[in-house]
């Protein structure tokens, strides 16, 4: 599937949330597909914590050539978040008032920041509305954030995996990844490799978070009964944590956890029932049975609270990274959520 990879520089001074502010700002975008004169097709894509703007590359199963959300019928979109490492600015990239890289000196963003910034670049691309704005974990949670803050921009709203507030149970793993990044003596260095090391330990303890206890047993079993060294658990962690070293920063995964813990649609807006009111989108909620870091319970809430939204629960053996592995059940359920024209019942599969 053809892609066209862009940057948006927003020239202007951001001010964010809790008080500072960029000197301006880029972004990195990626589109498939040509968009229709009325804007009838377009489909927004969030990613997730550590994606890109390239979503056929992580999300292959959903979005691609010959998959639900095809260029042939849709103009997607998808934009790397504020803070990443795939292109928009982030700790690496050069503050334009020192001539220097931030790194530790970036300022700390939340959701509605990043959401503050699609909105900036939707208004500059002049898209009037989205057909269908999706996305898992922290982009289930820019999703949302946008139904509230915008709530006549999208028609459908997919939000998967994700909660209208962080849980203090999320914010441990977050804080406990970004321990493991501190005792890095590296980290804080002015350096593109600081805290590799300790973003190594890091991405093992997020790696329990997003699979389960049966995950493991499945995947990474004892190569026989008497085995007492080399497990396969213990090199596949380390394998996790090399290959997430090869391609990001430990700066920006930190800003990333960070942003995440920020999220609650509640703020300022008179509690969290009232926010997921004001939604008019018409809205799928989809959950994964084994999820330990999302568990379905925040998944149902947000279907409660948000007027005539559905749940489904998907089972998955793998936990909340579910939602980036079970392509075939995400497409039968959106699928058929669409097809009902939003009206498919509340249920399980």
Same mark, same amino acid.
Not at 86 to 96: C, V
Not at 202 to 225: G, H, I, M, W
């Given at each position: 599937? #053809?892609?066209?990879?862009?940057?948006?520089?927003?020239?202007?001074?951001?001010?964010?949330?809790?008080?500072?502010?960029?000197?301006?700002?880029?972004?990195?975008?990626?589109?498939?597909?040509?968009?229709?004169?009325?804007?009838?097709?377009?489909?927004?894509?969030?990613?997730?914590?550590?994606?890109?703007?390239?979503? $056929?590359?992580?999300?292959?199963?959903?979005?691609?050539?010959?998959?639900?959300?095809?260029?042939?019928?849709? =103009?997607?979109?998808?934009?790397?978040?504020?803070?990443?490492?795939?292109?928009?600015?982030?700790?690496?990239?050069?503050?334009?008032?020192?001539?220097?890289?931030?790194?530790?000196?970036?300022?700390?963003?939340?959701?509605?920041?990043?959401?503050?910034?699609?909105?900036?670049?939707?208004?500059?691309?002049?898209?009037?509305?989205?057909?269908?704005?999706?996305?898992? @974990?922290?982009?289930?949670? #820019?999703?949302?954030?946008?139904?509230?803050?915008?709530?006549?921009?999208?028609?459908?709203?997919?939000?998967?995996?994700?909660?209208?507030?962080? @849980?203090?149970?999320?914010?441990?793993?977050?804080?406990?990844?970004?321990?493991?990044?501190?005792?890095?003596?590296?980290?804080?260095?002015?350096?593109?490799?600081?805290?590799?090391?300790?973003?190594?330990?890091?991405?093992?303890?997020?790696?329990?978070?997003?699979?389960?206890?049966?995950?493991?047993?499945?995947?990474?079993?004892?190569?026989?009964?008497?085995?007492?060294?080399? =497990?396969?658990?213990?090199?596949?962690?380390?394998? #996790?944590?090399?290959? =997430?070293?090869?391609?990001?920063?430990?700066?920006?995964?930190?800003?990333? @956890?960070?942003?995440?813990?920020?999220?609650?649609?509640?703020?300022?807006?008179?509690?969290?029932?009232?926010?997921?009111?004001?939604?008019?989108?018409?809205?799928?909620?989809?959950?994964?049975?084994?999820?330990?870091?999302?568990?379905?319970?925040?998944?149902?809430?947000?279907?409660?609270?948000?007027?005539?939204?559905?749940? #489904?629960?998907?089972?998955?053996?793998?936990?909340?990274?579910?939602?980036?592995?079970?392509?075939?059940?995400?497409?039968?359920?959106?699928?058929?959520?669409?097809? $009902?024209?939003?009206?498919?019942?509340?249920?399980?599969?």
């Amino acid at each position: 599937m #053809q892609a066209e990879q862009k940057i948006y520089k927003y020239p202007y001074p951001y001010v964010l949330e809790m008080g500072r502010e960029l000197p301006g700002f880029e972004l990195a975008y990626t589109t498939y597909g040509v968009r229709n004169a009325d804007d009838s097709n377009i489909i927004w894509i969030c990613h997730a914590l550590t994606g890109s703007s390239n979503a $056929s590359d992580w999300w292959d199963g959903l979005v691609g050539e010959g998959k639900y959300f095809n260029a042939e019928e849709h =103009f997607i979109i998808c934009v790397n978040v504020l803070g990443s490492a795939y292109g928009s600015t982030g700790p690496l990239s050069m503050n334009p008032q020192t001539q220097k890289p931030y790194y530790r000196d970036f300022p700390t963003l939340t959701v509605r920041d990043v959401v503050g910034t699609l909105e900036i670049l939707r208004q500059e691309l002049g898209i009037r509305k989205i057909k269908i704005c999706i996305g898992g @974990s922290l982009g289930g949670q #820019q999703a949302l954030e946008w139904a509230v803050e915008v709530p006549d921009l999208c028609e459908e709203l997919i939000v998967i995996a994700a909660n209208a507030l962080h @849980s203090p149970w999320g914010v441990a793993f977050n804080e406990s990844q970004r321990m493991a990044i501190e005792a890095d003596p590296t980290y804080g260095d002015e350096s593109p490799s600081a805290g590799s090391m300790g973003m190594r330990a890091a991405r093992s303890v997020a790696l329990l978070s997003y699979r389960n206890y049966d995950t493991y047993n499945f995947t990474q079993a004892r190569d026989n009964p008497d085995q007492i060294d080399d =497990f396969r658990a213990s090199s596949y962690q380390k394998y #996790q944590g090399d290959k =997430f070293v090869n391609r990001f920063n430990a700066y920006s995964y930190w800003i990333l @956890s960070k942003i995440m813990d920020s999220h609650n649609v509640g703020r300022n807006r008179g509690g969290i029932v009232h926010a997921l009111g004001l939604v008019k989108a018409k809205t799928l909620v989809l959950g994964i049975k084994s999820d330990l870091l999302f568990p379905i319970s925040e998944q149902q809430f947000l279907a409660r609270h948000i007027p005539d939204a559905v749940f #489904q629960e998907i089972d998955s053996l793998y936990g909340h990274d579910g939602f980036l592995i079970e392509y075939k059940q995400l497409t039968q359920v959106i699928r058929a959520w669409e097809e $009902s024209n939003g009206q498919l019942q509340t249920a399980r599969i």
